[in-house]
Structures are given as C-alpha cells and as structure tokens.
C-alpha cells in the first residue's frame, strides 16, 4: 500500500512534531499524503466514555474545540511549509492505542512520536507506542526527539530468516534506495559446536534474501555484517550512527502468539534513532 496515506499520531507534545516532520521528509520520497490523527480520549472517573453516554459526563465542548483547532493549524503550518505535499489533519474519539491500531488497516505507514502529553518523564517510549507497534495493521515507525545524525548514516536492517525479517529487509531497502543512502544488513549469530565455521553459510543465507534486491535498486550500496552477539545489542549499537533502523514484528525465535518480539520492543525502547517495526498484512 504503497500509495495510501501516511497516519500521523498527533496530539501538540514534541514528540509528536518530531514524528509529523519525519513523515513529511517520508512522504516528499514516497508522494503518499499524510494525515495528522488526534485521537480524542473523553475521561471520567468510570474510564472512556463516547458518543451516546448519559447525560451528566458529556465532554468539554471548549475543549474539543481547542483539538479541532489545533489540528487544523498544525495540519495547514505542515503543508504551507511543504508545497506539494498533501497534509490534512482529523481527530478521533476513542482510546488513542485502539483508535490508531483500527486506523492503520487503511494506512500505508503510521509514524508515533516514542511519547505523547501522557507520558512519564522516566520512560523512553509510552504504552501507546509500545502497543500500536505490536498491533498495527502496517509498518510503523517509531520516532524520538533525540540526537541528530549524518546526512550520510544507512539504513540499518537485522535479519535472521524469519519472514518477518525478510519483510523489513525490503521495506528497508526501498527507504535506503529513495533517499540515495547506503543499507547496512545486519545479522547476528551465536557460535555453536564448530565455532565461526558456520559464518560462510549464515553470509550466504543473507546474500541469498539480498539478491532481489540488489537486482531491484543496483545503485544501492550494501555492507552485511555477522557479529557474534544478541540481536538486540547489536542493532541497538548500530542505531548510535543510523538514519533508520529497520526489524521485523517477530524473529525467528519469537514465540507465534506473540505479536512483538523482544527484540522489536527493546529496539523501540533503546534505539538512537527512528525505529520501524515492519510486518506482512
């Protein structure tokens, strides 16, 4: 869904920005629209309440007023600073998790900020991203208001195998090939009896899923690297000089009820840079 719209979590914190500007530079690659999503949460003491609740616990209408409002200022700013580029902006009742997740069944890719107003200032990305990401109906990045990197710095993939990983391993390949950077294929692999003996086939196996890709973007430059470490610890290193990094739901040693691997939650909660957690529709 190449051409459907990128979904922006949006409700005015930093955060937030940072996300709608990351999609906008997405979108200037890519020619999809975006569309700024303010989820609307209406709060009682009994928890979320919506259109058809009892008189008594109706909403501050000021304050729907107020989200309309800046919505619409954020949503035109965006697209008077960036002609050519539709931009558009909607809010939405419900719980933001629940209303992001049933939105993204109709998006190309949906970009979080790592934390909205509700976050806690000790945590690094809030339960909304955390669970929108394990979630979503498409691919979702993950963006944190952090340190600036290179204009040069890849993009940075793992793999191992897994179809899901195979699935990021394109999805990563398109962004690096749209915005002329290299693509740094990662794979990690733990020693067994023979020791590094078994390095020349774990590179073969990553050359192989490489190879249509190679013949689709053949001016795309590639490094793979196989390190002996966790998965985790090694993309988490790798986000320190990337522009994106880029990893399947689940790998191939994730658990099949689980709908986010562990090593897509660590890399969501530890990352240097945006993080795109990628499965099939």
């Not at 955060?15 to 200037?28: F, I, M, P, Q, T």
């Not at 020693?191 to 013949?215: M, S």
Request: hydrophobic residues 45%.
């Amino acid at each position: 869904m190449r051409d459907a719209e990128i979904l922006v979590g949006y409700d005015g914190s930093t955060d937030a920005s940072v996300a709608l500007n990351w999609a906008v530079e997405e979108a200037r690659h890519s020619g999809q629209p975006v569309r700024l999503a303010y989820v609307f949460e209406w709060l009682t003491v009994a928890g979320w309440v919506g259109p058809g609740v009892a008189p008594g616990v109706w909403p501050d209408d000021t304050a729907r007023q107020q989200v309309d409002d800046l919505v619409r200022k954020a949503a035109a700013d965006a697209a008077t600073a960036n002609p050519g580029i539709t931009i558009t902006g909607e809010v939405y009742d419900g719980p933001p998790a629940l209303v992001l997740q049933e939105r993204s069944a109709e998006a190309g890719l949906l970009v979080l900020g790592s934390r909205g107003h509700g976050g806690f200032g000790g945590l690094l990305v809030g339960s909304t991203a955390v669970s929108v990401s394990a979630h979503a109906h498409c691919p979702v990045v993950v963006v944190r208001d952090g340190a600036a990197h290179g204009s040069a710095d890849p993009v940075v993939v793992g793999v191992d195998g897994s179809e899901p990983a195979l699935v990021a391993l394109g999805f990563a390949a398109e962004r690096a090939a749209q915005r002329q950077l290299p693509l740094r294929v990662l794979h990690a692999w733990t020693a067994g009896p023979g020791g590094a003996a078994g390095v020349p086939d774990e590179r073969a196996a990553v050359e192989q899923a490489l190879e249509p890709w190679r013949r689709t973007f053949p001016q795309l430059a590639v490094t793979v690297d196989l390190m002996p470490t966790s998965p985790a610890a090694m993309l988490i290193e790798a986000s320190r000089a990337a522009r994106l990094v880029v990893v399947g739901s689940r790998g191939r040693g994730g658990l099949a009820g689980m709908l986010l691997g562990s090593v897509s939650q660590q890399l969501i909660q530890h990352a240097d840079c945006p993080v795109a957690v990628v499965r099939e529709r």
